[in-house]
T-cell receptor
């Protein structure tokens, strides 16, 4: 079965600083990887995804992530944090194998942006 | 498209009562998922459907929980009888293909007192 590990349950950055949220995955077959964002009292919103092809993927709100197979990682970055980026971020994985289609989520990283 | 619609947004009920949560997926999406989110356990998959058929219900905590999808545009998650430990946010999500990711509803915050 596949899984993801998010390193750091809480990350704080200053406004304008680089955002780096870490995600490592485990999968015996090629994975599909996703990042979601959750604002308070809201559902999860898809930020970006990697399925096949280009390993550097760009998403909404200036976020991007790079799939590194050799490191089994899919870290999320943004060059310059904005106050509105404060939220919880979830990494998720699935595979196209058998009949299973469910996403497995990491435990989440709470991002705080300091003025 | 209105997105995935869940109702109610908030539900407060007394222990022992029956609770029914509702979900309308995006039209054309043939997968529907029910997740539960708590501080202690994070996001847990309860059950998912493909073309209205339950595929994997191994995440359903116990027999008190049941889910149905009578047609492509409606699903329910029922808890009977409810217990305080069922208090959580319950999310419904749908997708037309896993490569597209899921679209989540806004969730139902359930409080059992």
């Amino acid at each position: 079965a596949q899984s993801v590990t998010q390193l750091g349950s809480h990350v704080s950055v200053s406004e304008g600083a680089l955002v780096l949220l870490r995600c490592n995955y485990s999968s015996s077959v090629p994975p599909y990887l996703f990042w979601y964002v959750q604002y308070p009292n809201q559902g999860l919103q898809l930020l970006l995804k990697y399925t096949t092809g280009a390993t550097l993927v760009k998403g909404i709100n200036g976020f991007e992530a790079e799939f590194k197979k050799s490191e089994t990682s899919f870290h999320l970055t943004k060059p310059s944090a904005h106050m509105s980026d404060a939220a919880e971020y979830f990494c998720a994985v699935t595979v196209l194998s058998g009949s299973a289609r469910q996403l497995t989520f990491g435990s989440g990283t709470q991002l705080t942006v300091l003025p | 498209d209105a997105g995935v619609i869940q109702s109610p947004r908030h539900e407060v009920t007394e222990m022992g009562q029956e609770v029914t949560l509702r979900c309308k997926p995006i039209s054309g999406h043939d997968y529907l998922f029910w997740y539960r989110q708590t501080m202690m356990r994070g996001l847990e998959l309860l059950i998912y459907f493909n073309n209205n058929v339950p595929i994997d219900d191994s995440g359903m905590p116990e027999d008190r929980f049941s889910a149905k999808m009578p047609n492509a545009s409606f699903s329910t998650l029922k808890i009977q009888p409810s217990e305080p430990r069922d208090s959580a946010v319950y999310f419904c999500a749908s997708t037309g293909g896993i490569g597209y990711g899921y679209t989540f509803g806004s969730g139902t915050r359930l409080t059992v007192v």
